[in-house]
């Protein structure tokens, strides 16, 4: 019921900035809680940061924190994820997800467990080079 498309990955040098962006379609985009995820070969997809459908509750991984922001532009239907500062760690696939189901307490382990999304957007390739 919503289709979701990431874009703006690419190479940066550790230390530079990028601004991803997930353009939502399908059902109403305001109603979703959406997240950004990440991973690399090898490893678990893990949660990067997560925003509620009216933008009043975030969550971001301990390792991003202060580098990374994300917000939502629910008239455009479109997520982003501001990446500053990034090092070579942060190189992986990154993945949007969108998910309708979530209530309660948006805590960081329930909007960064993977389980609770149920929409995936293809990812985009994030390379951080040294």
């Known amino acids: 019921q919503v289709q979701l498309l990431e874009s703006g990955g690419g190479l940066v040098e550790a230390g530079g900035s990028r601004r991803l962006s997930c353009a939502a379609s399908?059902?109403?985009?305001?109603?979703?809680?959406m997240g950004w995820f990440r991973q690399t070969p090898g490893k678990e997809r893990e949660f990067v940061a997560g925003i509620k459908w009216d933008g009043s509750v975030t969550n971001y991984r301990d390792s991003v924190k202060g580098r990374f922001t994300i917000s939502r532009d629910n008239a455009k239907n479109t997520v982003y994820l501001q990446m500053n500062n990034l090092k070579t760690e942060d190189t992986a696939v990154y993945f949007c997800a969108a998910t309708t189901s979530l209530i309660g307490h948006l805590t960081l382990e329930v909007m960064g467990s993977v389980r609770n999304y149920r929409y995936w957007g293809q990812g985009t390739q994030v390379s951080v080079s040294s």
């Open positions: 399908g059902r109403t985009f305001s109603s979703t809680v």
